[in-house]
RNA sequence: GUUCCCAUCGUCUAGGGGCCUAGGACACCUCCCUUUCACGGAGGAUACAGGGGUUCAAAUCCCCUUGGGAACGCCA
């Protein structure tokens, strides 16, 4: 058995979302169990759609994934790192190239001149007739000779693949399905490099497997239709096909497969709303696989300990936001209250937040807030009372302060507050407070609580005061307290 | 249309002939904790698509039906 390499061959044509996320992880995960390789190739033949952006993009998203590739390109540079470059297909032209002659020269292949009206007129009639939208090419038995002629007479063509003679079923296993059984008139003559020379993804996709040993392919379900005309290439070639795994498609809601056409599904977008990159890969890696123990909570190396292909689940499915949520408050708990704090800042950056720069204060708030947020984007209001510019009397507040007693507990409080001459109080401190003011102003239970919480948060509802109130200093709580005093009249 | 793939709670899943009156997780409901909101804890409701076989025994194997999905590009 020879050495495990897979690869992830994104197309560099927008952002890497979360389908395109779970089949890098697959791979990296196959190779990680398996003592492989992991290639990350190219694929950017579509030189209308490709750009340097998305492939910056993607990379950077895999990167953030921790999704670590072992050959491809490199990370930072982007130049070529590894012994079977380019891996970027858009430089492997001549490889393709040569092939394709071999392919023409052995009458596997020939040249096509036909137009696009030719080509639309010949599908809509197949369609038409109840049959598959296959094309009938008239050049399909032109000699070499007259071909060449053509095009140096200034005619383009492309090059197809010849399937009329290949009548026979083409049958694999795939590691995730079985057996599957393909017809051989499933697919009609195909093409392999267009009339610009580019080579068409099924034949590259063969040429580069192959060419870079790849000895597993696990890719997504769609790929599976295009597994035939691959065969077809390998056993024109005269190569050994790697072994493949089609793994399920993730859904949406309609369970149809999961597009960007219908809500945020790139990994960028889940980054910005604070998710973290283990909380993603936790999610996606049960979309379709399942630990052996059972356990849901993994980390990366969990899930490469536990990694199997017969674990990979045949049917498709969808993606739940509410439960990947959920996973993120989750991978969220068990990271350090320091660690939490830096990944908080680029979100209270966007509120133009003043927080005290003390470390300690700022763990502590973290260890208050920590089990109330899901993703980090939740901190911004979570530590919008903390920040004394934005302190606000809601309209939520207003009942509360139109109770009767609620007067003498504002003043019983802001006096307290303000006697003790400390910078902060401590929780010991504040619980004192508390009792004193339920005394002085003869006011119990939610009459106590909730104005106070309104003279600390603006509102009455809201995190537990004993643990809010140490973090705010105590010229900044009486503040607070005179400013929701004066709205009384 | 044609071909291929798929089918367990609303969702992700466990299960691979007897351990299944089907287990876990998210969500939902109830209660407890809490003088708020959350967190946490304890319970609850909810699924083997339908029909035929095979077998002493079927969620599990086979067939059909139904339903869903994907693919049929000079996209990948």
């Given at each position: 058995?020879?050495?495990?390499?897979?690869?992830?061959?994104?197309?560099?044509?927008?952002?890497?979302?979360?389908?395109?996320?779970?089949?890098?992880?697959?791979?990296?995960?196959?190779?990680?169990?398996?003592?492989?390789?992991?290639?990350?190739?190219?694929?950017?033949?579509?030189?209308?759609?490709?750009?340097?952006?998305?492939?910056?993009?993607?990379?950077?998203?895999?990167?953030?994934?921790?999704?670590?590739?072992?050959?491809?390109?490199?990370?930072?540079?982007?130049?070529?790192?590894?012994?079977?470059?380019?891996?970027?297909?858009?430089?492997?032209?001549?490889?393709?190239?040569?092939i394709?002659?071999?392919l023409?020269?052995?009458?596997?292949?020939?040249?096509?001149?036909?137009?696009?009206?030719?080509?639309?007129?010949?599908?809509?009639?197949?369609?038409?007739?109840?049959r598959?939208?296959q094309?009938?090419?008239?050049?399909?038995?032109?000699?070499?000779?007259?071909?060449?002629?053509?095009?140096?007479?200034?005619?383009?063509?492309?090059?197809r693949?010849?399937?009329?003679?290949?009548?026979?079923?083409?049958?694999?296993?795939?590691?995730?399905?079985?057996?599957?059984?393909?017809?051989?008139?499933m697919?009609?003559?195909?093409?392999?490099?267009?009339?610009?020379?580019?080579?068409?993804?099924?034949?590259?996709?063969?040429?580069?497997?192959?060419?870079?040993?790849?000895s597993?392919?696990?890719?997504?379900?769609?790929?599976l239709?295009?597994?035939?005309?691959?065969?077809?290439?390998?056993?024109?070639?005269?190569?050994t096909?790697?072994?493949?795994?089609?793994?399920?498609?993730?859904?949406?809601?309609?369970?149809?497969?999961?597009?960007k056409?219908?809500?945020?599904?790139?990994?960028?977008?889940?980054?910005?709303?604070?998710?973290?990159?283990?909380?993603?890969?936790?999610?996606?890696?049960?979309?379709?696989?399942?630990?052996?123990?059972?356990?849901?909570?993994?980390?990366?190396?969990?899930?490469?300990?536990?990694?199997?292909?017969?674990?990979?689940?045949?049917?498709?499915?969808?993606?739940?936001?509410?439960?990947?949520?959920?996973?993120?408050?989750?991978?969220?708990?068990?990271?350090?209250?320091?660690?939490?704090?830096?990944?908080?800042q680029?979100?209270?950056?966007?509120?133009?937040?003043?927080?005290?720069?003390?470390?300690?204060?700022q763990?502590?708030?973290?260890?208050?807030?920590?089990?109330?947020m899901?993703?980090?984007?939740?901190?911004?209001?979570?530590?919008?009372?903390?920040?004394?510019?934005?302190?606000?009397?809601?309209?939520?507040?207003?009942?509360?302060?139109?109770?009767?007693?609620?007067?003498?507990?504002?003043?019983?409080?802001?006096?307290?507050?303000?006697?003790?001459?400390?910078?902060?109080?401590?929780?010991?401190?504040?619980?004192?407070?508390?009792?004193?003011?339920?005394?002085?102003?003869?006011?119990?239970?939610?009459?106590?609580?909730?104005?106070?919480?309104?003279?600390?948060?603006?509102?009455?509802?809201?995190?537990?005061?004993?643990?809010l109130?140490?973090?705010?200093?105590?010229?900044?709580?009486?503040?607070?307290?005179?400013?929701?005093?004066?709205?009384?009249?």
């Open positions: 058995m020879s050495k495990v390499r897979v690869r992830f061959a994104p197309s560099p044509t927008g952002s890497l979302h979360v389908g395109g996320a779970r089949t890098a992880l697959y791979n990296y995960l196959y190779a990680k169990k398996n003592g492989g390789e992991f290639v990350l190739r190219i694929e950017d033949t579509d030189e209308a759609r490709s750009s340097q952006e998305s492939l910056r993009g993607v990379v950077d998203d895999l990167v953030w994934l921790n999704l670590l590739w072992d050959e491809g390109v490199e990370p930072q540079t982007l130049a070529d790192m590894g012994p079977c470059a380019p891996y970027r297909q858009s430089e492997r032209q001549k490889i393709y190239k040569e394709a002659e071999k023409l020269n052995e009458g596997k292949a020939y040249y096509c001149f036909m137009t696009e009206a030719e080509i639309e007129s010949q599908r809509e009639a197949a369609k038409a007739e109840g598959p939208p094309i009938n090419s008239p050049h399909q038995d032109l000699s070499l000779a007259k071909a060449q002629e053509k095009l140096s007479a200034g005619e383009k063509a492309v090059v693949f010849k399937t009329k003679h290949l009548k026979k079923d083409y049958i694999f296993t795939d590691h995730i399905r079985g057996q599957v059984t393909f017809p051989s008139d697919v009609g003559d195909f093409v392999l490099l267009r009339s610009d020379g580019m080579p068409v993804y099924n034949f590259c996709c063969v040429v580069d497997d192959h060419l870079m040993r790849i597993h392919v696990l890719r997504a379900e769609e790929h239709p295009n597994t035939l005309r691959q065969l077809m290439i390998y056993e024109a070639m005269g190569w096909p790697p072994e493949f795994a089609h793994m399920s498609l993730i859904l949406d809601e309609e369970r149809q497969k999961l597009s056409r219908k809500g945020a599904v790139a990994t960028g977008h889940f980054k910005n709303e604070g998710y973290l990159p283990e909380a993603i890969l936790n999610f996606i890696a049960l979309l379709g696989w399942s630990h052996p123990d059972g356990k849901e909570i993994l980390t990366l190396q969990e899930m490469i300990n536990g990694f199997s292909l017969d674990r990979l689940h045949t049917s498709g499915a969808v993606f739940d936001r509410v439960k990947l949520k959920w996973m993120n408050a989750q991978h969220l708990r068990a990271r350090d209250n320091a660690e939490i704090w830096k990944l908080l680029p979100f209270l950056a966007r509120e133009k937040m003043e927080l005290p720069m003390d470390p300690v204060w763990e502590k708030s973290v260890a208050a807030f920590k089990t109330s899901e993703v980090l984007a939740d901190g911004i209001e979570l530590y919008r009372p903390l920040n004394d510019k934005s302190f606000v009397v809601l309209p939520e507040a207003e009942e509360t302060l139109a109770w009767e007693p609620t007067k003498a507990v504002l003043v019983a409080w802001r006096d307290l507050v303000a006697a003790t001459g400390k910078e902060y109080l401590s929780e010991e401190e504040f619980l004192k407070i508390q009792d004193e003011v339920k005394v002085k102003a003869n006011a119990k239970g939610k009459n106590l609580f909730m104005p106070i919480r309104v003279a600390v948060i603006g509102k009455p509802h809201g995190t537990e005061l004993k643990i109130v140490p973090l705010i200093k105590t010229s900044s709580l009486v503040d607070r307290a005179n400013k929701v005093i004066a709205k009384l009249r």
